[in-house]
Nanobody
Framework: QVQLVESGGGLVQAGGSLRLSCAAS????????MGWFRQAPGKEREFVGSITRSGGGTYYGDSVKGRFTISRDNAKNTVYLQMNTLKAEDTAVYYCAAKPSYSYYGGRYYRKDDYNYWGQGTQVTVSS
């Protein structure tokens, strides 16, 4: 069973950037389709983006498209979320999630129920 640990959150001014990392242990990251979600106080957990096992396919929620980029380094068992041009409405706890997947190049998963394993989350606060 894979364990996920997010890091890299913090306080940043609007317009700034942050890079989140999600480190996996207890399993081989390359076996998993990976996603990022976020949850603001009083709101539902929202899909941010996802990436295929190969890293060749990435998908994003409409609210972050063009500003956020997901990547992965399977050799380092780590997935990244590069966040640029941050806005106050990006403030949330950010979670990475993993889904075992047979397909190395395909798949497109955006529902939280699609994912089997979750990290504990990292807080991102954007001041306006």
């Amino acid at each position: 069973q894979v364990q996920l640990v997010e890091s890299g959150g913090g306080l940043v001014q609007a317009g700034g950037s942050l890079r989140l990392s999600c480190a996996a242990s207890g399993g081989t990251l390359s076996s998993y389709y990976m996603g990022w979600f976020r949850q603001a106080p009083g709101k539902e957990r929202e899909f941010v983006g996802s990436i295929t096992r190969s890293g060749g396919g990435t998908y994003y929620g409409d609210s972050v498209k063009g500003r956020f980029t997901i990547s992965r380094d399977n050799a380092k068992n780590t997935v990244y979320l590069q966040m640029n041009t941050l806005k106050a409405e990006d403030t949330a706890v950010y979670y990475c999630a993993a889904k075992p997947s047979y397909s190395y190049y395909g798949g497109r998963y955006y529902r939280k129920d699609d994912y089997n394993y979750w990290g504990q989350g990292t807080q991102v606060t954007v001041s306006s």
